[in-house]
């Protein structure tokens, strides 16, 4: 993608979210978007080219910086806190998309909650059980495939199986987390973090946090001593949610696969 186009998208995706405001406090060739007077996202031209430079956790940083060519350290700011991207093949419009959210959030998240946007948040958060399979296929835009009526059925029936469903308050299904409680014989019961999506429109709201925290709950109540879970790790704002609720990043482990049994 071309410098021009990731400043364009990142500066109309940074005017979407609440009490976001633009200035130029650096010059007119320089567009500043602040949320609560605290900047996440400048726009600019560093040696004539269009470039982004955007808030983001260090390890993040780290791992784009490794992935991308044309993501560096933040050009004159905080180079652990900032990066900056300017036009390359690897950039995506969903990598510019998922990082400028990122940013905003990251900042959002330092504010007093006094001082944070209000937003529209979820009105219900359910277990659903293992008689209402036809939920979770009713909200089948929510998981990677189309859910089954017998592939829904199998996994509520299963003991230590749980799914939480987040509602909006017109009652449509916004998010989920599902959770297996695992046991071995030499250690204590623990949480398993299967899956967590949020429709898209629903993201950045504290949804993803909801749904975690329902699930912890749920651990606990079921005498678990521990949860866990993997991703990617150029998922930054996967990984920033689960830091942000005091979970650990272990970045010397590895995902083991067999597709074929």
Same mark, same amino acid.
């Given at each position: 993608?071309?410098?021009?186009?990731?400043?364009?998208?990142?500066?109309?995706?940074? @005017?979407?979210?609440?009490?976001?405001?633009?200035?130029?406090?650096?010059?007119?060739?320089?567009?500043?978007?602040?949320?609560?007077?605290?900047?996440?996202?400048?726009?600019?031209?560093?040696?004539? =080219?269009?470039?982004?430079?955007?808030?983001?956790?260090? =390890?993040? /940083?780290?791992?784009?910086?490794?992935?991308?060519?044309?993501?560096?350290?933040?050009?004159? @700011?905080?180079?652990?806190?900032?990066?900056?991207?300017?036009?390359?093949?690897?950039?995506?419009?969903?990598?510019?998309?998922? @990082?400028?959210?990122? /940013?905003? =959030?990251? *900042?959002?998240?330092?504010?007093?909650?006094?001082?944070?946007?209000?937003? /529209?948040?979820?009105?219900?958060?359910?277990?659903?059980?293992?008689?209402?399979?036809?939920?979770?296929? /009713?909200?089948?835009?929510?998981?990677?495939?189309?859910?089954?009526?017998?592939?829904?059925?199998?996994?509520?029936?299963?003991?230590?199986?749980? &799914?939480?469903?987040? &509602?909006?308050?017109?009652?449509?299904?916004?998010?989920?987390?599902?959770?297996?409680?695992?046991?071995?014989?030499?250690?204590?019961?623990?949480?398993?973090?299967?899956?967590?999506?949020?429709?898209?429109?629903?993201?950045?709201?504290? *949804?993803?946090?909801?749904?975690?925290?329902?699930?912890?709950?749920?651990?606990?109540?079921?005498?678990?001593?521990?949860?866990?879970?993997?991703?990617?790790?150029?998922?930054?704002?996967?990984?920033?949610?689960?830091?942000?609720?005091?979970?650990?990043?272990?970045?010397?482990?590895?995902?083991?696969?067999?597709?074929? @049994?």
């Amino acid at each position: 993608m071309e410098g021009q186009r990731i400043q364009s998208l990142a500066m109309r995706i940074a @005017l979407e979210f609440p009490e976001v405001t633009q200035t130029n406090p650096f010059g007119p060739d320089s567009e500043v978007f602040k949320v609560a007077d605290k900047m996440f996202l400048l726009a600019s031209d560093v040696n004539a =080219e269009p470039v982004i430079t955007l808030k983001c956790e260090p =390890e993040y /940083a780290t791992a784009l910086r490794q992935e991308h060519e044309s993501i560096v350290p933040g050009y004159h @700011l905080n180079k652990r806190h900032w990066i900056t991207i300017a036009g390359g093949a690897s950039i995506t419009d969903d990598l510019v998309q998922d @990082l400028v959210i990122n /940013a905003y =959030e990251l *900042v959002v998240e330092s504010l007093p909650k006094k001082k944070r946007p209000a937003r /529209a948040t979820v009105h219900d958060l359910r277990i659903v059980t293992a008689d209402d399979p036809a939920t979770l296929v /009713a909200n089948s835009a929510l998981f990677d495939h189309q859910v089954s009526a017998e592939g829904a059925a199998d996994f509520l029936s299963r003991p230590g199986h749980i &799914l939480f469903l987040a &509602l909006s308050p017109d009652g449509e299904g916004v998010g989920f987390v599902s959770g297996v409680e695992m046991r071995h014989p030499d250690k204590q019961p623990e949480m398993f973090v299967y899956e967590l999506g949020v429709d898209k429109d629903w993201r950045r709201r504290g *949804v993803a946090k909801a749904l975690l925290g329902a699930l912890r709950g749920e651990a606990r109540s079921r005498g678990c001593t521990g949860m866990w879970t993997g991703t990617e790790a150029a998922n930054g704002p996967a990984i920033a949610t689960y830091q942000s609720m005091g979970a650990t990043v272990d970045t010397a482990s590895v995902f083991i696969t067999w597709d074929k @049994l």
